[in-house]
């Protein structure tokens, strides 16, 4: 089975595809420009996006539309985490957290399935900001985000280990389950 992964993000295919794989479904992105609209919540990006992709493709697909939520930063880069990242990168956020005891954040995505029907799946995983960047792997914001209960951040691990705890791979996991239950 072959599903359309909608995005532009390199990182979030590989995770999806490594998710994927043993299930025997494969995953084929395709970059389509869609709206984002500013929202206070990923689930209404989502929703408008899928409402507004729908009639574009034939084929089943998905969208996943994730940020990063600083508690000491009232939720901030939060839905507009993709522009944060692309302007102030995690430099800036790190210059932000500077002498901010309250490290804690946590991740969230949020995936849209579409077809036919619009299907939700999503999913958090609680962690806290570093005091520096470490780690090469990943993308975005891995190297400044320790997932709780861990000492290294998402940068410091590989797709499986980033994925058995992440936000993204917890939403994928509700996903597969729906699909087994659905489709497969
Ligand atoms: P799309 O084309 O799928 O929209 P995007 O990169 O613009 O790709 P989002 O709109 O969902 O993605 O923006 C989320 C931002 O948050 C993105 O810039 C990433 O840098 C960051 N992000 C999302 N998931 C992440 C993860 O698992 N690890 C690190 N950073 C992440």
Do not use: C
Not at 47 to 69: V, Y
Not at 95 to 119: C, P, Q, T, W
Not at 123 to 150: A, M, N, Q, T
């Amino acid at each position: 089975m072959e599903i359309v992964f909608i995005t532009s993000n390199k990182g979030k295919v590989e995770e999806a595809q490594k998710y994927f794989a043993p299930l025997g479904i494969k995953i084929i992105q395709k970059k389509i420009e869609y709206p984002e609209i500013q929202a206070e919540e990923l689930e209404d990006v989502v929703e408008f996006a899928l409402n507004w992709l729908k009639d574009k493709l034939d084929k089943p697909f998905f969208i996943d539309d994730s940020g990063l939520f600083i508690e000491a930063l009232d939720g901030f880069p939060g839905v507009y985490s993709a522009y944060v990242f692309k302007t102030l990168g995690n430099e800036g956020i790190l210059k932000l957290m500077e002498g901010v005891e309250n490290r804690k954040a946590y991740f969230k995505s949020v995936i849209g399935y579409y077809d036919g029907e619009m299907h939700i799946f999503k999913g958090i995983v609680k962690g806290r900001i570093g005091y520096e960047k470490r780690g090469s792997l990943g993308f975005g914001f891995d190297p400044i985000f320790i997932p709780e209960g861990f000492d290294k951040t998402f940068a410091e691990m590989t797709t499986e280990e980033k994925n058995k705890i992440s936000h993204r791979g917890r939403a994928l996991a509700t996903f597969s389950k729906w699909l087994k239950e659905n489709l497969i």
